[in-house]
Every structure is written in structure tokens, then in C-alpha cells.
């Protein structure tokens, strides 16, 4: 038996506290009660009164609290399944009540503001280890929570520098038993890939229904919106607490991705201004061939096509590659910004 075997038989966790109890929050409390079957005792809390009394009715969780104090103090393990803007209220509120040794975990999409309060908010004496489950319905609240959210999902773990080793086991049993796959990354590395691939996607989609929605042929024009506007449109109709709230915590990286899809655009338009109608073969042509060969590759799960290495990256350079691949990379690298600063080069803080 391995390291990690031996760290996720020996944690034992009485009670689990889930503070937030709509998709991400019940989900986690259906997987978790299917997968304990009554050996640990699972309490939520959410200060949304009709939250809590569906998740009560549905059996997401044991029991519920409508104080919070109440929900934490007993605790082991607590679990913040909230939007990322609510959670430095929640570490204040929670700080004096918990007891000594418990971790503290989370599940935003942000993690370096979260791991900044965690820091200066939680007690020295807890345990504090971020989470992401890289899982979604494209649906909400508690009424759309299923306990086979996480399975066969990937979950970021994003330990803080003061989180014992016992912590950490806690929280990767908890993925381990809702049948997700844990994987460790740093902070800045979490927040530079998220920013790409769930946080620009998220402003696209609201900018696109802001921009159609001022026309004044709106009324007119929603009538021909069919099924490809609602795919496209779908995160506009994200709680906008959470898309604020990313975007107060995670502002550079996103910031540099709008650039880069800014310069796309204006490529796009450049080829599409350009365009010769006699011919098949053509820059706007090849574009759409590359851009639907590397969605299709990374829906197959297929990595993208290596390209010869003429020399060894940098930290920086590798970690560009793992999310966009060699080729992408280069041209990312060869791309400037508006001021000068690139920050999927992991800079401190």
C-alpha cells in the first residue's frame, strides 16, 4: 500500500459541514451520503431559506442548521460550496468556532485571493486545502444536484503552506470517495488555465448577449435565436454573483485572455473582410478547418499534434504547452500585450 493509500485509510472524518447547498454543494452531499452510508454525519447550511429547506426535504444532507456557528463548531471537515465573492464573510464568521484541527476546504473556481484569506481569516490552528471540482450540469440550484456529478471528474487540489498532511488526506478522501480524480497544481497555475477555458468563455458569452440585447431590433431578432445562441448564451445566465466574482478574483488572467481573443477577433475579421468568394482554399477557410480539428481533438480527449522541439522551454513555456499545445504556445509566446506583462508566467504576488 502506497503513501497515499495509507493517507486516505487512516483519515476519518465524523462530521462534514457544507456550507452552500445548491448544484455543487447538494451534489456533494448526495455522493457523500451514498458514499458513507451513515458513518460520517453530513450538516449543511445555506442562508438561503428555500435552499436549505429543499436540501432538508431532499435528503442531500443528515441535518441542517440555520445558524452557522451551530453548522461549524462540531465539525471535521467543512466544505465551502459557495461563490468565490462570499467566502472571506464565511472564513470570518466561521474563524471562532471551529475546532482545533479540522480542515477547511473549498470548491471556487478562483484560488489565490481564496488561499490569500484563508491565511489571514482561519485559525493556525485548522487546516486550510482549496478545491476545485472541474465539474458542471450547466444547470443550478440545489433541485438540479445529482450524486454523480463528480464521477469520473477531474478535482484541482490546491493545498495552502500551512496545511498539514492529515488535511490534505481528508480532502482527498472526500474526492477519492464521490469518484473523482485529485490532481495538485499550484495556485497561479489553476487561475491562468481556468481564466482560458471557464472564465473567458463566461465574459464572451455575456458580452454577446449585451451587445445583441442593445440592438433595437432585439425583440425581432430573439425570435431567430435557436439552439446555437442558447449553447453559446448559456453562461450569460450564470448566477451573476458568480461571474462577478471571478472576475474580482482572478482580473489579470482574464484580462490577458480578452486581449488575446480581442487580436483573434480582429484577425477573424481581417480574413473575413478579405475573403475571395471564388475560392475554397483560402486563410479564413484553413481557420475554421484548425479551430474545428482542435476542438474535435480535445472533445476525443485526443492530445494536439506534437511539433518538433528546437529547445528546452521554460517552466513558463511548458506550462503554456500543457494547455494549448507546442505549437500554440510558441505563438502565444510570440504574442505582446497591451502592458507588457504576461501572466501565464505564474509572476508572484
Known amino acids: 500500500m502506497g503513501e497515499l493509500d495509507n493517507i486516505l ?32 454525519e453530513l450538516v449543511g447550511y445555506d442562508s438561503n431559506s428555500k435552499a436549505h429547506n429543499r436540501a432538508k426535504k431532499a435528503g442531500i444532507v443528515d441535518r441542517t442548521e440555520w445558524n452557522l456557528d451551530k453548522a461549524v463548531e462540531n465539525a471535521d471537515v467543512v466544505v465551502l460550496a459557495v461563490p468565490v465573492g462570499a467566502t472571506p464573510e464565511i472564513f470570518q464568521s466561521i474563524g471562532p468556532y471551529l475546532k482545533e484541527g479540522a480542515t477547511i476546504t473549498d470548491t471556487a473556481s478562483t484560488k489565490r485571493e481564496v488561499l490569500v484569506w484563508a491565511d489571514e481569516m482561519l485559525p493556525e490552528s485548522v487546516g486550510f486545502v482549496g478545491g476545485h471540482p472541474l465539474a458542471g450540469s450547466g444547470l443550478s440550484g440545489s433541485d438540479s444536484a445529482t450524486p454523480s456529478l463528480f464521477t469520473d471528474k477531474k478535482f484541482a487540489v490546491i493545498p495552502s503552506t500551512k496545511a498539514h498532511q492529515d488535511s490534505v488526506g481528508q480532502v482527498l478522501k472526500i474526492v477519492d470517495d464521490i469518484g473523482s480524480s485529485p490532481f495538485f497544481l499550484s495556485a497561479d497555475e489553476h487561475d491562468s488555465f481556468v481564466a482560458a477555458v471557464a472564465h473567458l468563455p463566461a465574459v464572451i458569452s455575456t458580452a454577446l448577449v449585451s451587445a445583441i440585447a442593445k440592438s433595437p431590433s432585439w425583440r425581432e431578432m430573439g425570435k431567430f435565436a435557436s439552439d446555437e445562441f442558447g449553447d453559446i448564451s448559456r453562461l450569460a445566465s450564470v448566477d451573476p454573483e458568480v461571474n462577478h466574482g471571478l472576475c474580482r478574483t482572478n482580473p489579470d488572467m482574464i484580462v490577458y485572455w480578452i486581449n488575446q481573443m480581442i487580436s483573434e477577433l480582429q484577425d477573424w475579421r481581417s480574413m473575413i473582410v478579405d475573403e475571395n468568394r471564388n475560392s475554397s482554399e483560402s486563410p479564413l477557410m484553413n481557420s475554421f478547418v484548425s479551430a474545428w480539428e482542435a476542438r474535435a481533438r480535445w472533445s476525443a480527449g485526443i492530445d494536439p499534434v506534437d511539433f518538433p522541439q528546437q529547445e528546452i522551454p521554460t517552466a513558463g513555456d511548458s506550462m503554456m504547452s500543457m494547455l494549448l499545445g507546442g505549437h500554440m504556445a510558441r505563438r502565444l509566446s510570440s504574442m505582446t500585450k497591451d502592458d507588457g506583462q504576461d501572466p501565464t508566467r505564474y509572476r508572484g504576488r
Open 9 to 40: 485509510e487512516e483519515a476519518k472524518m465524523p462530521q462534514i459541514t457544507i456550507i452552500g447547498l445548491g448544484l455543487i454543494g447538494g451534489s456533494l452531499g448526495m455522493a457523500l451520503r451514498q458514499a458513507y452510508n451513515g458513518k460520517a
